[in-house]
């Protein structure tokens, strides 16, 4: 699977958090967490206002600028039922009336499935728990509902919310979020703002890309081995994933 930002790339890796199918003019986005500022907020925490919407300005701008026929959102398009607050639901229903021409799939995530059946007036045409359209496996954890006979599928993930640390001979160090891809899996980096992120560290065979709103580099050469989250995609459970804190 050819992975890259030029043009001829298969899945084609974009500034804003995203990558694109160029084929099939689909994007893909994962981990929004809408309304989670809300559901920190209704807890009292003195949490500003703000962040969704720019992510929703930032998804309408790659929808127009690659001409879009199909936005794919693999899981956590919402963060919980505490903050899907009428508000919310207003703010992603006008940005979804602002892309008429765009099919919204939604691959339901772990934070999504507790809301229950969404309301059709959201906009999304439909929702499924993972979408096979081989070569490609699109699912919210990386090793959900995958048979051992399908391995040879390439997938494409969220949840995981990757970010990496590089450290230069000097002390500086540069971390950001990040697209991380083995030999038959991509995780893409969480594209909402108000979200946490969990560090991985480099192994044989795979690749990283820092993720920013203004450019995608690949930094595999760059990556040093680090301290923390040891990813390993085929372990029993991946999709599990051991974390400190909810993100």
Request: aromatic content about 6%; proline content about 6%.
């Amino acid at each position: 699977m050819n992975i890259g930002t030029d043009n001829d790339a298969d899945i084609m890796l974009l500034p804003g958090r995203a990558a694109l199918l160029p084929a099939s003019r689909t994007l893909l986005v994962a981990d929004l967490h809408l309304g989670k500022a809300a559901t920190f907020r209704r807890f009292g925490m003195p949490v500003p206002e703000g962040s969704a919407q720019r992510d929703l300005a930032r998804l309408e701008r790659l929808v127009l600028e690659h001409g879009v026929r199909r936005l794919l959102i693999l899981g956590d398009l919402f963060h919980a039922k505490g903050g899907f607050t009428e508000q919310v639901k207003a703010e992603f229903t006008a940005a979804r009336g602002r892309m008429p021409g765009t099919e919204v799939v939604l691959v339901l995530g772990n934070h999504d499935r507790p809301l229950g059946k969404l309301s059709s007036d959201l906009g999304i045409d439909a929702t499924v728990p993972s979408l096979d359209e081989p070569p490609l496996h699109f699912v919210h954890e990386p090793a959900t509902g995958i048979r051992p006979a399908d391995r040879e599928q390439f997938t494409i993930a969220g949840h995981l919310h990757p970010t990496l640390s590089i450290r230069s001979p000097s002390g500086d160090r540069l971390a950001d979020r990040c697209f991380y891809a083995e030999e038959s899996v991509l995780v893409l980096p969480a594209f909402g703002s108000f979200t946490g992120g969990h560090r991985v560290e480099p192994r044989e065979g795979s690749r990283l890309w820092i993720a920013r709103d203004d450019g995608v580099a690949d930094v595999t050469r760059l990556a040093k081995k680090v301290s923390g989250l040891f990813f390993d995609i085929n372990r029993p459970g991946f999709g599990n994933r051991r974390r400190g804190k909810e993100s």
